[in-house]
């Protein structure tokens, strides 16, 4: 029997509607956030899963920095160099062929259109806690950078990624793990006061 660590590793999720039976322990996490981009794909088995806490997008200098561009061949110049450099960054990511993203950070436009291209699912600004958890439920090593990703990075533990909505909002559910060492503890009920009082 492993241990799960309550406190940072069991999380409890209240969601407001549904009756007292919907409650749940799932073999695996879930947390509140819908995809990148709508046509990504919203159900799959066996997902192989990727833990970023890097941004996928152009990195911006820390300084503010102001540039003037007098000619259109600067500013094309400019661009280019944004996208090959996420270009690459979605290439040394794509390469592994996970079917799951979740970053910490942000993701332009440009690399959820490359991920896209590449079926791969994108869950972008993840709290810390709640990629720590996937990592410990599904296997995977929080990666800080692309061109670090080696094999034994990617989550292979999790049985089915799926994206449900409960109410308005989506949650991403990563169920049927092997020996997940985080769960997510789903409470429903009527009201925050209800779900309050069955927490404790």
């Known amino acids: 029997k492993t241990e799960v660590d309550i406190k940072r590793y069991a999380k409890v999720e209240k969601i407001p509607g ?3 039976s919907d409650c749940e322990v799932l073999d695996g996490v879930m947390f509140n956030k819908d995809v990148t981009h709508a046509k990504m794909r919203r159900r799959i088995e066996n997902p192989r899963i990727l833990l970023i806490d890097s941004p996928l997008e152009y ?3 820390e300084s503010q920095t102001n540039v003037e561009i007098t000619n259109e061949e600067d500013w094309s110049t400019m661009l280019r160099i944004e996208e090959e450099y996420v270009e690459n960054l979605c ?7 996970p079917d799951i993203v979740c970053t910490e950070k942000g993701v332009s436009d440009l690399a959820q259109h490359f991920f896209h291209k590449a079926g791969i ?6 709290r810390k806690s709640d990629n720590n958890r996937v990592a410990r439920a599904t296997g995977a090593t929080i990666v800080s950078r692309t061109d670090e990703i080696q094999e034994s990075d990617i989550g292979t533990k999790c049985g089915l990624f799926e994206m449900r909505k409960i109410g308005d909002e989506y949650f991403c559910y990563l169920i049927k793990c092997e020996d997940p060492k985080a769960c997510t503890i789903v ?3 009527g009201s925050k006061d209800v779900l309050n009082e069955m927490e404790r």
Do not use: P
């Open 187 to 189: 409470l429903r009920g």
């Open 91 to 97: 290439a040394e990511i794509i390469a592994f062929k």
């Open 18 to 20: 549904g009756e007292m």
């Open 59 to 61: 990195k911006k200098g």
């Open 121 to 126: 699912t994108v869950f972008r600004r993840l």
